[in-house]
Every structure is written in C-alpha cells, then in structure tokens.
C-alpha cells in the first residue's frame, strides 16, 4: 500500500498521467472530427450535452495508462537489478578490472598477494612507493592553504537512477577529495581538497556501472576508456571530484596467541563494495565536527568510525558537531572508546598505516591502515560486545577471522574480499610476520 502512495507522489506518475490524458482526448477528438467530416454533422450537434463526458471519460483511462507505466518500469528495473545481481559478482568484477588493466599495460600496477598459497594479482592499483609502514598517519594528507573545491555539478537524474536500479541508500555529505599526489622528503603525500558525495558519485559512479554493465552485458567502457585507463592518468584525477576511501583491519591478539580479525559483508544497501567482505571500519575520509583538526585527522576519523561500524554508535556521531558538548572529542570517553584510547597510549594497541592505492571500480584514492591490539582480555571481551551497523549484511552473522587461516585464503583466492581489504590483510600479515 505504501508503494502505491508513493508512486501517486511521484512527478513521473503525474507527468505520465497529463500525457496519456492529453493524448486520450486528443485521439478522441480526431477520431470524432473524423466522422463528422464524413456524415456531414457538426461536433456540437454530435455531442449536445455529453461534453463533461468527452472530457471526463479520459481521467480512468490516463489514469490507469499512468500505473501501468510505472508498474511496467518498476518491473523492467528489478529485473535488470537481478540480472546484474547474478551475472556482475564481486569474483567476475575482479577478474575483469584485473584482465582489463593488464589488457592497458598495467599489470606491474596490480598489486600481488605474497601471503596467499598462490599467486593473485588483485585490482588494486598501486606502486612499490607507496607502502608507508614507517610512516605516521598525521603526515599523509595534507590541506593547502587555499584547497582546491570541486566543481563537477551532481547530476539529481543519475543519482536517482542509480538509487532505483540498484536499491542503495545514498545521502550527500562534504567530503574530502584527493586533487594531487606529490613526493617530499618523507615520501608521498596526498593534497586533499574539498567536495561532496554526490559530485563524487556523478564523476566516478559512471566508471562503477560500465563495469557491471560490461561484465552483466558485454557493454562497451567509453568512459574508463577516456578517463582511467592506466595509472598515471588516474594520478592526476581527471574526473575532479575523487573520494578518499580509508579502509582498515582491527586486528587483536586472542589468548591462544593467534591474531583474528573482523570482517563484515556488505549490504547491498551501500553505494560502494557492495556484497564484497571488507575490513572494519571501512569509511570515506570527511568532515563531521567542523573542527578541522580533528576531521583532517586520519586517527581521529579511525576511532570516530571504530565507535560506529563496530558498536553501531551511529547516533554518537551524528551528533559529534552538537555545540552543547563541551569539545569535539567528548566521545573518546564511551566506555566502547576509553580503553582503545588508553592502550594506544601504553603500547598495548597500535595504530599502523600499511599503504595507498587506487581502487579501479570508483577510481578513488584508498589510504590503508590497521588497528593492532595487543591486550588479550580486552580483545576477547570486545568481539563479545561488537555489533553490525546498518552497512553489514544481516545474512552474515560471524564476524572474527583468524588473519592467517586456510579460510580467509580462500576468500582471497575466490575474490570475495574488497581489493582495499585484500591489500590490508597481506600487509598486515607481512607486518606482524617480520
């Protein structure tokens, strides 16, 4: 009933029903004039008083024209969404981003597993370079003093298409976009500007669906083609309004000694990686408090994200900018955060970062760190606590891994994890083996 209600609010069912009810009377006319012209009466004289008729016999019949339209485009659209659904899997997206970029010369680009039994080039695009075990988050990105503002202007008609065809739940929000990569004496560095999640979307989603579309339908990639077909093209972010993405692994220490990890599967209600298993959190770098200090803060956005991807703190953090609290940091007192927060300070926890990269599905800047965490009891009562937000697939229910079974191999090797996440899990592995 509801979706009843909600197609008669819409401008399409209205636009649809003033068209057939023109159209209607329009054919009526013509059809009438057309007889009177052969009998030799007048329309007046035809229909004496029945004119409220003429008019009004067309209201039910546009009426119903209208529905069946929307009816008719709700099923088209759902059953294109199950075709991709069944044909564009997360395996078959990897193995064509991996055959493509190879296909363009980039395979020295693709980043190469060395923990999995066999070798696996994955669709991560990245370079020797940019490994960045040594060095401090706070040094990776850095704001200009006049940053660059993106001015790719959000398509409503594209984001709504998406919206439908693929069933997500996507808001605009700012956020911080990457405009420059550039190399100091500490190594790389990434200049970030600002922009929105929707000029984001209209400026990268179009390479995420030539993808499904090429993969569900062979469809051509004019775009990819155009915009991001090697690396050094993606370097300069030629669609201007490029997101970046921080994925992460949280990773403790259990009292048989071996380290796990948490994994969620992603609901298909997301934007991004959707049905693929990423680490937590998994989060688009943007301004939340209105500090920029705190928000240019890759450690700060880890925990704030930490708090609601883990513990479902959503409404915490929607209310981080609240200018009732005392400073932008009052969260960091939750009895979920206090400990994380403590152990980081004593060495019992420490937070890594492991890499960059571009992710070839969105053509976003992916930065890659970890949490490592030491202290067993708090370990082991935490994976007790922890809960799914609303971006877990509620199918899913088990979360912990152990970071160097036989199991998450095979959910590499089949191509069921997000690249990002891939690239974290075969870091970390080599970090906590040396």
Not at 12 to 35: D, P, S, T
Not at 41 to 66: C, D, R
Not at 149 to 167: E, N
Request: proline letters at 6%; hydrophobic letters at 40%; charged letters at 25%.
């Amino acid at each position: 009933m509801e979706q009843h209600l909600d197609m008669f609010k819409s401008f399409k069912f209205w636009r649809n029903f003033v068209g057939g009810y023109l159209a209607v009377v329009a054919g009526i006319w013509g059809l009438v004039e057309a007889y009177t012209y052969f009998q030799g009466t007048q329309l007046k004289e035809l229909l004496g008083n029945l004119w409220l008729m003429f008019y009004g016999f067309p209201i039910p019949v546009a009426f119903v024209l209208a529905y069946l339209t929307i009816i008719d485009r709700k099923a088209r659209l759902e059953r294109q969404r199950q075709d991709i659904a069944r044909q564009a899997t997360p395996q078959r997206i990897q193995e064509w981003l991996v055959n493509y970029y190879t296909s363009k010369g980039q395979s020295h680009y693709l980043y190469e597993m060395n923990t999995t039994p066999t070798t696996l080039a994955i669709p991560f695009l990245t370079k020797t370079e940019w490994v960045l075990s040594e060095r401090m988050p706070d040094s990776l990105v850095v704001f200009p003093p006049e940053p660059t503002i993106s001015l790719v202007k959000p398509d409503p008609k594209f984001i709504d298409q998406r919206r439908q065809l693929f069933g997500q739940e996507v808001w605009d929000d700012p956020i911080y976009c990457a405009t420059r990569l550039t190399t100091s004496d500490i190594g790389i560095r990434v200049e970030a500007g600002y922009g929105n999640y929707f000029q984001f979307l209209t400026a990268c989603g179009p390479l995420s669906d030539e993808v499904l579309f090429a993969v569900a339908y062979n469809r051509a990639t004019h775009y990819r083609n155009k915009m991001t077909p090697t690396l050094d093209m993606i370097e300069t972010f030629p669609c201007k309004a490029h997101a970046i993405g921080i994925h992460s692994l949280v990773i403790g220490k259990g009292s048989d000694g071996e380290f796990t990890t948490v994994l969620h599967r992603r609901s298909r209600k997301v934007a991004i990686n959707t049905g693929t298993f990423t680490g937590v959190p998994t989060f688009t770098f943007q301004p939340h408090s209105g500090s920029d200090k705190h928000d240019q803060d890759i450690t700060h956005s880890f925990l704030r994200e930490y708090l609601e991807e883990l513990y479902d703190k959503e409404e915490f953090i929607k209310s981080e900018a609240d200018k009732s609290r005392p400073r932008v940091t009052w969260w960091y007192g939750l009895p979920e955060m206090r400990p994380v927060i403590e152990m980081m300070k004593q060495g019992e926890a420490n937070f890594q970062m492991l890499g960059l990269g571009f992710d070839p599905s969105y053509c976003d800047l992916v930065i890659c760190v970890c949490l490592i965490i030491y202290n067993q009891p708090y370990w082991e009562k935490a994976l007790g606590e922890m809960r799914k937000n609303w971006e877990a697939s509620q199918r899913v229910f088990r979360q912990e891994y152990p970071l160097f079974s036989k199991e998450v191999d095979e959910l590499l090797t089949k191509r069921l994890i997000q690249p990002g996440t891939a690239y974290c899990i075969d870091r970390a592995r080599m970090l906590l083996k040396a």
